[in-house]
């Protein structure tokens, strides 16, 4: 389980996260949302210790980040290996082919052998509908391709928590739903996942919780059906700001 707990984060100019306890259960998908520049990928890079807020506490099962002490390199590796982050860019590397970008990491980080590594990348290449590209390189892939591949290298490494920041905003509305698909399929296996997005259809869908954020606080933190069926003022206008009915 994740606990987070007094989080607070400012920038020069910008309170990004204003004294923000969250808790986000095993098993389950929480889907983040809100308007831009609310908090929403500030909260999910600092759960994987990309950013460092000032203030508040990180409970990651057995391990407890104090943000107000420095992190030793020893406790950011530990909390990051429980944790995979897909990014808004894929960030693959373009001089390896896909099936070495998938196994880098459990090669060189878990110390598997190239034949399980390799084993596992055949698996989750298949899981995500991609089984024929291990031999083909990043610029030979669509957009919606490449995302996929950077889930698998993700999850190659076995992560308790499967951590999303936008995954489909640069992605055109088909190649979103390929990877929207594969998302959905994860939930419905219960990963344990995060997810920042502005796709309230998936949101709607797949989450079991809702956390909505605004100006660095989160003001709706609980069901998913809740939140879409009975949404209080300030998030039916959210709502009504971003639909074209």
Sequence with gaps: MIKLEHIDKKYADHHA?????????????????GPS???????LRAINLLEKPEMGQLHFD????????????????????????????????????????????????LKQSKAAANQRAEELLALVGLPDTGQRYPNQLSGGQQQRISICRALAMNPE????????????????????RVLKDLAQNKQSMIVVTHNMEFAEL?????????AGEAIYDGPSKTFFEHPSARVQEFLNAISLK
């Design 37 to 43: 520049g609310s908090g929403k990928s500030t909260l």
């Design 206 to 214: 797949v989450a079991d919780r809702i956390v909505f954020f605004e």
């Design 62 to 109: 057995d391990l407890t980040v104090d943000f107000s002490q420095p992190i030793s390199n020893k406790l950011r590796f530990a909390v990051r290996r429980k944790s995979g982050m897909v990014f808004q860019n894929w960030n693959l590397f373009p001089h390896l082919t896909v099936l070495e970008n998938i196994t880098e990491g459990p090669r060189v980080v």
């Design 161 to 180: 928590y499967l951590l999303l920041d936008e995954p489909t905003s640069a992605l055109d509305p088909e190649l979103e739903a390929q990877v929207l």
């Design 17 to 33: 996260l204003k004294d923000v306890s969250l808790t986000f259960p095993e098993h389950e998908t929480t889907v983040i949302i």
